[in-house]
């Protein structure tokens, strides 16, 4: 009987393929398939972007695309989950290793974060490896030469959502504030800068670090702009 495959959560960084470890590059070398989040049409996923550099199709290396519903729908997302999870299995049974791959780091927001706690519940006896990555916040602090938290000073990493209360009590509670995903409600928070008397505090990076990057210290000049998904906000009083 073959031995059963590690499955790893390899974290590839905000997007400069220069930022993964020494462990992932390994890793992406020996893991006969690799496996990375997949767009509709098969375009190719920004993890998948990162690591390409890195990892060519061959004959020895299984690229696994799989698609992830965008849905909050349970009974769907349960579904989907279940038969993704089964394909990276048929490979792990083989005694393959699968190195999946994920923007910034696989136990922060990310999609790799779900594949375990499936994977956990299906198949047990399945080892699991995370490697870290750099986050973006990360990589937006290092493109800003910003430091994020010094001495005594806290931080909060709060997911962007519309809740105005929610965003302005951790505007009030924190010394520096990363919004994550902020694109969606860029008006509203911009707003409340605004009225708070931080705007000129914020800086805006979409795609940090990568050939695509995108920074703005002038946040006001994004009042009506439409940013991608992969867009982060920073907000440090001091």
Known sequence: MNTIGTLYGIGVGPGDPELITVKAFRLLQQSPVIAYPKKRMGSKSYAHQISELYVKPSPDKEMLG???PMTKDKEILEREWNNTADIVWE?????????????????????????????KEKYPEVPVVTVPGISSFLGAAARLNLPLADGDEQIGIIPATEDRDAMRKALLEHDC???????????????LLKEMNLVDKAAV?????????????????????ELGYLTLMVVKKG
């Open 205 to 225: 990076a979409t795609k940090v670090t990568s050939a695509e990057e995108m920074i703005w210290t002038n946040v006001r000049e994004l009042e009506r702009a």
């Open 177 to 191: 504030v990363i919004f994550l995903k902020v694109a969606k409600v860029l008006p509203m928070i911009i707003d």
């Open 66 to 68: 799989l698609v992830f």
């Open 91 to 119: 490979r792990l049974r083989e005694g393959k290793d699968v190195a999946f791959v994920t923007e910034g780091d696989p136990l922060f927001y990310s999609t790799f974060i779900h594949m375990m706690r499936v994977m």
